[in-house]
């Protein structure tokens, strides 16, 4: 049988690194973004998040841990949050019917509103369905945030803010990407419910 000792020392390194990069370059934008989403959730707003692929998994998994709770510990209420890719009808009925490329920006014309934030998730920043719902959540003056990798693609240039993890590999943008989803959740926590920690 192979020997994976290298394999497995290699991604794990690369990881560590690109998380080294993460927090020298992208703090700030960490911070900001963090900000901006505990401010919309303050108000009485929503955000609303899309992916495609690992990228639908995060969404769901960053929703997730805002509608229910990030920490166990933290005894706090729901948070309103949705990912764009939990409903298989509309989903499905859109790419027949209006094609895949602007299922998430009919949905955001449908659900968003001016106060709402929506994260854009894409590893290569050049997703045209997530780009297309960050140029429709500008024509409703909703806020975007994009989740990104690499140069940070055409969705870069036409969010609000991103924070863009600086490397070219996928499963490393993926990995920081919920690292910085976690992040978030953290940030939110402490901004929204002070007094339970």
Not at 96 to 116: P, Q
């Amino acid at each position: 049988m192979k020997n994976f000792n290298s394999l497995v020392e290699k991604s794990i390194q690369e990881s560590i690194n690109t998380k080294q990069l993460v927090l020298s370059s992208c703090k700030e934008d960490i911070i900001k973004t963090g900000e901006i989403l505990s401010k919309c959730l303050s108000q009485g707003n929503k955000i609303m998040l899309c992916g495609n692929g690992g990228s639908a998994a995060d969404s769901q998994h960053i929703a997730a841990e805002l509608v229910i709770r990030y920490r166990s510990s933290v005894n706090r209420a729901a948070l309103p949050a949705i990912a764009l890719t939990v409903d298989p009808s509309i989903m499905t009925a859109g790419g027949n019917d209006i094609g895949y490329e602007n299922v998430f920006a009919r949905i955001v014309e449908g659900l968003g509103k001016e106060g709402d934030v929506l994260i854009g998730i894409s590893t290569s920043g050049n997703s045209e369905n997530v780009l297309r719902a960050i140029i429709e959540a500008k024509n409703k003056n909703i806020k975007s945030i994009g989740l990104l990798g690499g140069n940070g693609g055409k969705i870069a240039k036409e969010c609000d803010l991103s924070v863009i993890v600086p490397s070219n590999i996928t499963a490393r943008i993926q990995e920081s990407h919920i690292l910085i989803g976690h992040i978030w959740c953290e940030i939110i926590e402490e901004s929204l419910f002070p007094e339970l920690f």
